[in-house]
């Protein structure tokens, strides 16, 4: 630990696998004083080892208890939006409910902690917020990732709306788009495909390989630092190359 994140505390969603228990735990190695949110009562709980302070069972689909835990909370210096779902498709496969769903885990969510932290944030005069889009609909195409995609490039225009409109505010907004990280969800997806299924996945990487939750945990940690002070507004690439 270097204490990069030292006296700051984070407020962190779907943390309890992938891409947001990397993050929590990396940001608590730092320093940081966490607080980890998921549905997964269960899996929450093995983060207190690994130096997370506080957890808690938080539905980001509920506005009311997203409104309710940010009063409970209080004031955050860093918001760390990692809830999300792949949906696999074309738009002849995504149904209304599908479209739904998708949209208001993927996006809906990031609006409301925003609008429950956000005035915290603006009272201090500072924060930093990130949030994890994909490679996948802000940078490039994926096939059968069709309202996947769209909600990626939503939260692109989201995280630069945010950043635009409190840039003299003290507030920075950045989001992150990873290209295929091994992840239990990713794993999942992998094997509904079949034999081969993570061989597809990894051939579509130019490096060769997957990348990692605690890789895209460590430019988190870097976006909600004081490294990155200059840093607003924008979709920080990290996909091996997938885009090129």
């Given at each position: 630990?270097?204490?990069?994140?030292?006296?700051?505390?984070?407020?962190?969603?779907?943390?309890?696998?992938?891409?947001?228990?990397?993050?929590?735990?990396?940001?608590?190695?730092?320093?940081a004083s966490v607080v980890a949110t998921d549905i997964d009562d269960k899996a929450l709980a093995a983060l207190t080892a690994e130096g997370v302070a506080e957890t808690a069972r938080l539905d980001v689909r509920d506005s009311a208890a997203v409104e309710a835990m940010a009063k409970r909370v209080g004031t955050v210096d860093v918001l760390l939006n990692a809830a999300g779902f792949v949906h696999h498709g074309t738009v002849l496969d995504c149904g209304d409910d599908?479209?739904?769903?998708?949209?208001?885990?993927?996006?809906?969510?990031?609006?409301?902690?925003?609008?429950?932290?956000?005035p915290g944030m603006l009272a201090a005069g500072h924060g930093s917020i990130i949030n994890i889009a994909s490679a996948a609909g802000v940078i490039k195409a994926a096939p059968n990732r069709y309202v996947y995609g769209a909600t990626k490039a939503a939260v692109a225009g989201l995280t630069r709306a945010v950043a635009a409109d409190f840039i003299t505010r003290g507030i920075r907004c950045n989001c992150i788009c990873p290209g295929t990280i091994?992840?239990?969800?990713?794993?999942?997806?992998?094997?509904?495909?079949?034999?081969?299924?993570?061989?597809?996945?990894?051939?579509?990487?130019?490096?060769?390989?997957?990348?990692?939750?605690?890789?895209?945990?460590?430019?988190?940690?870097?976006?909600?630092?004081d490294e990155s002070a200059f840093t607003t507004g924008v979709a920080h690439v990290i996909d091996g190359g997938w885009t090129l």
């Open positions: 630990m270097s204490g990069r994140l030292q006296g700051k505390r984070a407020f962190i969603t779907a943390a309890a696998a992938g891409i947001g228990r990397a993050c929590a735990i990396a940001f608590a190695r730092e320093g599908d479209w739904d769903f998708s949209f208001d885990l993927n996006v809906k969510s990031m609006h409301r902690t925003l609008r429950a932290f956000l091994e992840t239990p969800s990713m794993l999942g997806r992998a094997a509904a495909l079949g034999a081969g299924g993570r061989e597809m996945f990894v051939s579509r990487q130019p490096m060769g390989r997957l990348g990692t939750a605690e890789e895209i945990a460590l430019l988190a940690v870097y976006l909600a630092s």
